[in-house]
């Protein structure tokens, strides 16, 4: 288990997980370094929450997605996960060719831009089709009521599988989208930027949406977005990301008004605060985030943190439980978390 939990219903435990893009250049094609996306993280979801992850772009966030439904092979690490709630966890990278196409049906992604995820030439009945077929619907008319049965399930009549994708709003398209990662029954669902596509009007429609499906079908979410008031919204647990780490994780109400690191005061620090006379001073974070083929050394926010000190450029805080919230992790030097106040020398600041 990771270190945040040993809770008995973790649908899925990522544990160190690293995913490195080798740099090559030269005539030979040489690796000459790395772009580390993700940097060794650890964190779980638990069967039947939304696990947000936000942050800018660059911070590791979608490739994390990307990872946990195998669109990339980690370099490192494991991501262990549970297929039945009294049933062992298996380590999705290390598995069999039928635990393996079991494990996509499990595990479903819907991506951010619902124009490029459908495909313009097929109707929406032979788009779905195809999964659903592979998956052991044979009968055809069986598969022709389910697509009808997921498309009312999103609110879309049935007859518009008839349609082809040009036809729907940018709404509708990600609703459909919606309802083909739903065909065969997932567990968990990767949304990575599901509705900043859309425009303000529809995005609280098909996030409504979204929490009623959750509800009916017992889904799980891990819900990737930079838009921390929308990440606010739908989640139960924050992680937020900066530079292929996490650098806290709570649950968003306390994230949200207890939050303990720099980075995640700046992000919300955009955000207005929906009571009359109540505003946050806006903090404007300086400069570009850092290459993650060269993170600074020590704490990589260091660059652009407003509370830094001379600790904070030679060593790396770790991602640690507050000692007053075991499930509050902060990733800074000012946090007070356990085993990591001492640490700091007394002339640091
Ligand atoms: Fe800022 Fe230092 Fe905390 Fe990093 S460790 S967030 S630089 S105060």
Redesign the pocket.
């Known amino acids: 288990m990771s270190n945040q939990s040993n809770h008995t219903e973790i649908l899925l435990d990522i544990k160190n997980i690293k995913k490195y893009y080798p740099i090559q250049a030269g005539l030979f094609r040489r690796t000459i370094g790395h772009v580390k996306a993700v940097d060794d993280v650890s964190l779980y979801v638990k069967r039947g929450e939304t696990l947000g992850l936000v942050g800018e772009s660059g911070c590791g966030k979608t490739t994390l997605g990307k990872c946990i439904v195998r669109l990339h092979r980690p370099t490192e690490g494991e991501l262990r996960y549970r297929f039945d709630e009294d049933g062992e966890y298996k380590d999705l990278l290390s598995l069999d060719k039928k635990e393996s196409f079991n494990a996509r049906k499990k595990i479903q992604m819907v991506f951010q831009d619902p124009y490029s995820s459908l495909n313009p030439i097929k109707n929406i009945l032979t788009a779905f089709d195809e999964p659903l077929r592979i998956h052991g619907w044979t009968n055809a008319n069986e598969r022709k009521e389910r697509v009808a049965e997921l498309l009312e399930s999103v609110n879309l009549h049935a007859d518009y599988m008839y349609r082809y994708p040009n036809e729907f709003s940018g709404g509708q398209r990600q609703r459909i989208c919606i309802a083909r990662a739903m065909c065969v029954n997932p567990d968990l669902i990767v949304c990575d930027e599901p509705v900043s596509a859309l425009d303000v009007s529809i995005q609280a429609q098909v996030l409504n949406l979204m929490k009623d499906l959750q509800k009916e079908h017992g889904l799980t979410y891990v819900f990737i977005a930079h838009d921390l008031s929308v990440v606010e919204y739908m989640s139960d647990r924050i992680a937020v990301m900066y530079l292929g780490k996490v650098?806290e994780l709570a649950s968003a109400k306390k994230l949200y008004y207890h939050f303990e690191?720099?980075?995640t005061e700046a992000l919300l620090s955009a955000i207005p605060i929906p009571k009359i006379g109540e505003k946050r001073q806006r903090i404007i974070l300086e400069g570009d985030v850092p290459s993650p083929a060269n993170p600074p050394a020590?704490?990589r926010?260091?660059t652009r943190?407003h509370?830094?000190?001379d600790?904070?450029r030679v060593k790396s805080?770790e991602l640690r439980p507050m000692k007053n919230d075991p499930d509050h992790l902060v990733?800074?030097?000012?946090?007070d978390t356990v085993e990591d106040i001492a640490e700091i020398p007394a002339d640091a600041v």
Do not use: N, S
């Open positions: 650098v690191h720099p980075y020590g704490c926010f260091h943190c509370k830094v000190m600790i904070c805080p990733a800074c030097h000012l946090a």
